[in-house]
């Protein structure tokens, strides 16, 4: 059951990237392009197969259709995605959308080797996968792992945008604004009346 939900993880992940990308697919092919690493024809290539390889793995993971391949396809997708951000990375070129989820979602995109090592985390959990033993599981039990590692996702997703949102530490930006409009008003009504 164990492994029913790392596949879970590893499709709902795959899921939650390609589903986005779907609906954008110009904006894939800027973050294609943006990598330098393949031909024009391949960038185009890449940009309109990527999404629909993305979700169809996904779901074959959450299914647990196909055996081992799936997981074969998964830990080349996301070897794939851990060499592209790594010879971005040594190349000293940060300011790249990662192209993971969704794109645009920051003003400025960046880059980081927490990128590289996450798709490098899932690279070694679709492999393990591969050469894990097949278990028989029963459809409750399988249904439940697959809940299970959804509701993994869905937590991790959470955290991040709250994490996105709440700054521990930090100020928010609308108070240091709020002091600084209370001052600016008292200083034009001062101004005005000539005090």
Known sequence: MFWVVV??????TLLL????KLRDRGGLLTVVNGYRLLPAGAERAVATMLPY???LVGV?????????????AAALLFA?????????????????DCGCF???AHEVPRIGWFHAARAASFTAAALVLTRAG????????HLAAVVGGLLGVLAVVAV????????????PVDDYLTAASIRLRATSTVSRYGS
């Open 80 to 96: 794939t995605f851990t060499i592209g951000l790594t010879v971005n990375l040594a190349r000293g070129r940060r300011d790249l």
């Open 134 to 141: 097949s278990t028989d599981v029963t459809v409750p039990e």
């Open 160 to 171: 991040v945008q709250i994490r996105a949102v709440v700054h521990v530490g930090r100020r």
């Open 17 to 20: 990237a390609g589903i986005p």
């Open 53 to 55: 390889v993305e979700v």
């Open 102 to 104: 969704a794109f645009g």
């Open 7 to 12: 596949a879970s993880i590893l499709g709902g």
């Open 60 to 72: 074959l993971l959450l299914l647990g259709i196909g055996g081992r391949w799936p997981a074969a």
